[in-house]
């Protein structure tokens, strides 16, 4: 288990290098906040596999998204993607492993109030801040949560725009910002391909195998010059939250939401923003395909995926 | 050198790289720097972030209020109005003492079923261990972007050196030491925390480039040590003086030299 704060995150800073961070499954952290008409970046609790047990101090509302953990309030079930009141003393139980998925995400009405670090409260643990003390939740934190005069929230949801998840995992890209680097047969076969991901997997990276890539021999000396003289190697330059990094023709890296800002690897493409929280519900051992798209579709999905959400 | 035509990758739907050159040269840093200044002066509400690297500038934008050949026409645009680097340019010089051929950055380099890299390092320029700390310490180092992690560093070598150039990791590390100092292509990195990382290790310096509490009185108006466009000059230390100034690190004195650099000096080395 780990439970971090999160919120959408931190933007801005990557010269200093300071990354996104927020919530790894922001489409979920979305909807638990719409559902208790929170501001959208209101903060959260993301729960990592589960076996959390939360006892409330006051009344509140609360709404729980993401990967199931059937959670319960004493003992008994409550829904996922509804408002859930719950009353002094109450225990909430998220019990888990989710069948699909890993993380969860619970909001609070108001939202929860920990110190601000560069504009956000996201928890970013490489450096200890932000979110509880720099820190993930430990026994016996107590949060508390923004006063609120607005307790009204989503009774008559639309059940069909709530996001389900489906296995193996689909996942959309763009093909860049190296693919010239790689073999013809390479970029044609990516999307065929079905990437395994390993046990290093978490808010920094996600480590995939089980498939081969291979580069193009390299003519460009001055950039080997400069980056390195293995065929992965390149100048290095901003790393895209999602970026597909090939280190060894063995190895993918997707770059995640507490990833570095800037890498020396060549990356085959980059997962669209409509699809890069899917990544934050891959578990290892998990199987993803990536298709490769154009940007007319990428950006489509975005819009498609805000209007969703503004039906909810 | 610069391009006459800039190369502009697509990253995905919310950021370009732009390359506008590829000989890692000062003057070419400076054009990205000035580029990267010029761009958020102009305050154009789709942009997000800028990550400026010694040959390559990011550009993060808002994908739902810009598509990419929106934002790509706007680059033009700026280009187009001419970039101009200043003649001088305020620079500063950081002294940072290294432990070079360092145990702890040995006994990671282990961990990752690696030999000390700096024999890698010396195989891959045909040269002995000896004489790659010696070709890293005499040169000063210019301070291209501090965006790998908050402290980091990634800088290059100015004036009249000998060049190291070396491979990265082919499976980069889960973990490297605080304050590693390494070498990946012809660019030399200081890792600011317990991080991932891909470069090869050759020292590790026992003070901090970083200090968000200002614990040392020196980080009390900026709570990081360098920034892009200062210099950096390595001082060899022992493990003696390693021990010593890590035990003394919130109360260690920088000396840092206020001054500026003319790229038009380093033009034709």
């Given at each position: 288990m780990l439970c971090t704060i999160q919120d959408l995150g931190r933007k801005g800073y990557h010269s200093i290098?300071?990354?996104?961070?927020?919530?790894?499954d922001q489409i979920s952290f979305k909807y638990g906040n719409a559902i208790l008409k929170n501001n959208a970046n209101d903060a959260g609790i993301e729960v990592l596999w589960g076996g959390l047990r939360l006892v409330s101090m006051e009344d509140t509302i609360i709404a729980i998204t993401g990967?199931?953990?059937?959670?319960?309030?004493d003992d008994a079930a409550v829904p996922m993607w509804r408002p859930i009141p719950v009353k002094k003393g109450q225990v909430l139980t998220l019990?888990?492993?989710?069948?699909?998925g890993v993380r969860a995400y619970i909001s609070f009405a108001g939202g929860i109030d920990v110190p601000d670090f560069y504009g956000s409260?996201?928890?970013?643990?490489l450096l200890g801040r932000?979110?509880?003390?720099g820190r993930k939740l430990e026994k016996g934190d107590i949060l508390s949560s923004f006063a609120t005069a607005?307790?009204?929230?989503?009774?008559?949801?639309?059940?069909?725009?709530i996001p389900t998840f489906s296995y193996p995992w689909r996942v959309r890209i763009l093909l860049?910002?190296?693919?010239?680097?790689?073999d013809a047969q390479t970029i044609q076969n990516f999307g065929d391909k079905k990437w395994t991901v390993t046990d290093k997997a978490n808010r920094v990276g996600l480590r995939l195998g089980g498939q081969e890539v291979k580069y193009q021999i390299r003519d460009n000396l001055i950039d080997s010059e400069i980056?390195?003289?293995?065929?992965?190697?390149?100048?290095t330059e901003g790393n895209p939250m999602g970026a597909i990094q090939c280190p060894s023709e063995t190895e993918l890296i997707v770059i995640g939401?507490?990833?570095?800002?800037?890498?020396g690897y060549a990356k085959i493409g980059t997962i669209i923003t409509a699809d890069f929280h899917l990544l934050g519900q891959v578990k290892p051992g998990d199987d993803i395909f990536f298709k490769p798209i154009d940007y007319s579709e990428a950006y489509r999905a975005l819009h498609d995926q805000k209007e969703k959400l503004s039906y909810i | 050198m610069v391009f006459k035509e800039p190369i502009i990758l697509k990253g995905g739907d919310s950021n370009i790289t732009i390359k506008f050159?590829?000989?890692?040269s000062l003057h070419l840093n400076l054009y990205i720097l000035t580029f990267e200044k010029i761009t958020k002066s102009r305050k154009?509400?789709?942009?997000v972030d800028t990550t400026a690297l010694r040959t390559t500038i990011m550009l993060t934008f808002d994908p739902l209020r810009i598509q990419i050949d929106g934002v790509i026409a706007a680059v033009e645009e700026i280009i187009a109005d001419g970039i101009s680097v200043p003649d001088e340019y305020p620079s500063r010089i950081v002294h940072l003492p290294v432990f070079y051929n360092d145990p702890l950055t040995r006994e990671c380099a282990k961990c990752f079923d690696m030999p000390p890299n700096l024999e890698v390092m010396a195989k891959e320029n045909c040269t002995s261990v000896d004489e790659i700390i010696r070709r890293h310490e005499a040169p000063e180092y210019f301070?291209?972007?501090?965006?790998?992690?908050?402290?980091s560093v990634g800088a290059f070598p100015i004036g009249k050196y000998k060049n190291i150039k070396n491979s990265k990791y082919k499976?980069?590390?889960?973990w490297t030491p605080p304050g590693t100092v390494g070498i990946g292509g012809s660019t030399t990195a200081i890792y600011s925390m317990k991080s991932p990382g891909g470069v090869m290790m050759l020292g590790n310096i026992p003070?901090?480039?970083?200090?968000i509490d200002a614990?040392?009185?020196?980080?009390?108006?900026?709570?990081?040590?360098v920034h892009p466009g200062d210099r950096i000059k390595f001082h060899s230390i022992d493990g003696n003086q390693y021990e010593r100034l890590k035990s003394q690190r919130d109360s260690y004195s920088y000396k840092i030299e206020n001054s500026h650099i003319e790229w038009q000096a380093y033009a034709s080395m």
């Open positions: 290098g300071i990354p996104n961070s927020g919530a790894f990967a199931d953990m059937q959670p319960k309030l019990k888990g492993p989710p069948e699909i409260r996201s928890t970013y643990l932000g979110g509880y003390e607005n307790w009204t929230v989503l009774e008559n949801m639309n059940q069909y725009v860049g910002l190296q693919k010239d680097l790689f980056g390195g003289i293995n065929p992965s190697n390149i100048p939401p507490d990833g570095p800002c800037e890498g | 050159g590829d000989d890692g154009p509400e789709w942009l301070v291209s972007y501090t965006s790998f992690m908050f402290g499976t980069p590390r889960t003070v901090k480039t970083y200090d614990k040392n009185k020196h980080f009390e108006d900026d709570n990081l040590l």
